[in-house]
């Protein structure tokens, strides 16, 4: 019930008074660890409960109360996007009503772009004032930045430059468990999008997170977030450490700079993941076909199925699972238009029944890992829209959910020593959340 609680009241518009608006970025860092504190509570009475202290009350003489003028105390929001949501409909649950707003948002290409990044999850941020006007409003664009705009003294709306707005830096910490979905449980553990998208790619080359997620999985991060003056969330910056245990199998990260700046992140024995190959090429869709024999959908009998098949809409990105060189794109019998990537001398994948490739797929290009390279279609054989996909060493094609593939080379020497120096705080952290998720599973 405290939990609800809890969560009913983080729903609600926060009343900022200009005095304690400097104030509320200390509130925040306390609030970063509210996942972790509420975890540990206990009943009272029971084990670790609270002290009671017997309280002494002195009578002190308060100060005239001071009329408030309603107009010049501005409310905060943070609301996430919700399915199907639009501009309208978030400014309604915000409390604006801002005709200019919209006018000024979708008549610039930037604002436009905003608009078409508010997919679910994400957050919208904002100062609204009681006559439903904005003063501060906060919109998400790709590559984690963030469309600022406010309305100066007259009266008028304006874009702030990213580097004009002053922010602050936090680390915040989240722990959740997966009872339903990894977006589920990073929505109640008020994770951002940002965040959720990023465990996602740093464990995709040990965990398939179509097939391989299972109820009371857990995850832990420690990441930055930025804050601007009024206290308001405007961007998450770089995930430092994180952890996923899936099916009882602990895996975790720790960021490393590089000596030439690069970000990486590695594990606590310093072995890196991003280089090994993404256990499946789509974000999340469902399967539609295990790996083995099937019945075909069109010819109607058994045939080996040497592949996977993921169910998906005509147009979803097709991401390259480890880099590597275009060896095939065209058309090719039943598979429609088949992509063959090849990967470490005898290492080479294939996706089939494509709509489409990239731009840059050229026969000899060069890709990255999680490289956009092509897109979900139903060309060839097929009965609707889906991606078939293969993994083939030494040209004879495997199932991709068992086999065991290559990984980057790990740190060692005086590099290796640095990074585990500078990781220890990080998997400290870590740690702690680890045990209080624990001790809480543990209690239900």
Do not use: C
């Amino acid at each position: 019930m405290q939990s609800r609680k809890l969560s009913i009241l983080a729903d609600l518009p926060v009343r900022l008074l200009p005095r304690r608006r400097s104030l509320l970025l200390a509130g925040i860092a306390a609030g970063s660890m509210l996942g972790v504190v509420a975890a540990t509570a206990v009943a009272p009475g029971g084990p670790g409960a609270a002290i009671a202290l017997d309280a002494v009350v002195e009578r002190l003489a308060l100060p005239a109360a001071e009329a408030l003028g309603d107009n010049s105390l501005p409310f905060a929001h943070d609301v996430r996007v919700q399915p199907g949501d639009t501009l309208p409909a978030i400014f309604d649950r915000m409390g604006i009503d801002d005709a200019d707003a919209l006018a000024f948002i979708s008549s610039s290409e930037t604002g436009r772009a905003a608009v078409r990044e508010l997919r679910s999850g994400r957050s919208v941020t904002g100062l609204v004032e009681a006559d439903g006007s904005v003063s501060m409003l906060s919109l998400p664009l790709a590559d984690n930045e963030r469309l600022r705009i406010e309305r100066g003294d007259n009266g008028k709306l304006r874009v702030v430059p990213p580097e004009a707005a002053r922010l602050t830096k936090m680390i915040e910490m989240r722990t959740g468990t997966i009872r339903q979905s990894l977006h589920r449980a990073a929505d109640e553990a008020s994770l951002p999008d940002e965040v959720t998208k990023k465990l996602v790619e740093l464990f995709g080359t040990v965990i398939d997170f179509h097939a391989d997620l299972h109820g009371g999985d857990r995850f832990s991060v420690v990441y930055e977030r930025l804050y601007d003056a009024e206290g308001l969330a405007v961007r998450v910056g770089r995930v430092l450490a994180a952890e996923f245990i899936n099916r009882g199998k602990k895996h975790l990260v720790v960021l490393h700079q590089q000596d030439d700046g690069r970000d990486e992140y590695y594990t606590a024995e310093g072995r890196s993941l991003r280089q090994g190959f993404l256990r499946s090429p789509m974000e999340f869709s469902r399967i539609s076909s295990g790996f083995g024999r099937r019945l075909h959908p069109i010819h109607k009998s058994w045939r080996a199925h040497n592949g996977v098949d993921y169910a998906a809409p005509v147009g979803t990105p097709v991401r390259a699972v480890s880099d590597g060189v275009v060896e095939f794109a065209g058309r090719q019998g039943g598979f429609g238009n088949l992509l063959v990537l090849r990967h470490q001398g005898k290492y080479e994948t294939a996706y089939a029944h494509l709509n489409g490739f990239a731009p840059a797929v050229k026969a000899g290009a060069k890709v990255s890992q999680g490289e956009i390279v092509a897109f979900v279609g139903s060309t060839g054989w097929s009965t609707g829209p889906h991606l078939h996909y293969e993994i083939r060493i030494d040209g004879v094609p495997h199932n991709p959910a068992e086999i065991d593939l290559p990984e980057a080379t790990p740190l060692t020497g005086a590099e290796l020593e640095l990074f585990r120096r500078n990781a220890e705080p990080l998997l400290h952290r870590i740690a702690m959340m680890s045990r209080t998720a624990t001790q809480v599973a543990n209690r239900d």
